[in-house]
């Protein structure tokens, strides 16, 4: 069976000033664009959003779970979404990260089978958090983490097994270049180089 998917698309996109969901990449927008590049290889996709029917008029085959807190940053997200989700765990990512490839993904996934999370170990980056598998053994940590504005990484390691993947090992099985996969889309000029860098990956 083909392993769930989760797309975090909430958050006030205050540098983009615009929903980073609704840009324009490629043929289509953003979330457009993540939806079809993982929908063959995971089994259903669920998109984290803030208010249900965010993205409704889209018409994609995916199932919308709303935010239970908000204001908390990827965090809620993927706190409301191991509440919903009907299957025991799910690869959890983000729309800033538009060029990770689902190989890596399934890798991580796959690497999370005798595991309650697996994360790769990007010295500290944010992506590390939003570019992993969460069972839903992971509801407390990420509970208190929340409730009790406590480090995500320390909660998650005190009451979860974790697998942690290392950077080097990520590169070993990434598509891309590391840094590419990574690459993060977080205001208009990173929005602006990574239309150039689609452009590039599209023409090869």
Known sequence: ??????????????????????????????????????????????LSVTHRG???????????IPDIYHDVGPLG???SSLSMITEDR???????TPFLSPSLCLHLYEASENYDAATFDLRNDYTGIVAATYSKKCLSAFG??????????????EKCMVKTISF????????LPIEEEFYRLTDR???YFALFKLLNIQSK
């Not at 909430?10 to 324009?24: E, F, V, W």
């Not at 080097?168 to 598509?175: C, F, K, Q, V």
């Open 144 to 157: 208190s983490s929340i409730v009790f504005k406590q480090n995500i990484s320390s909660k998650l390691n």
């Open 189 to 191: 000029d990173s929005y």
């Open 54 to 64: 965010d993205y409704a008029h889209l018409n994609l085959d995916v199932t919308e």
């Open 168 to 175: 080097e090992e990520a590169a070993s099985w990434a598509t």
């Open 1 to 46: 069976m083909k392993p769930a998917l989760v797309i975090l698309c909430g958050g006030n996109s205050l540098r983009m000033g615009t929903d980073k969901a609704l840009l324009p990449f490629g043929e289509e927008c953003l979330l457009e664009y993540l939806v079809h590049k993982f929908s063959s290889d995971f089994g259903k996709i669920y």
């Open 90 to 96: 799910a690869f959890f990512i983000s729309l800033e």
């Open 77 to 79: 997200g993927i706190l």
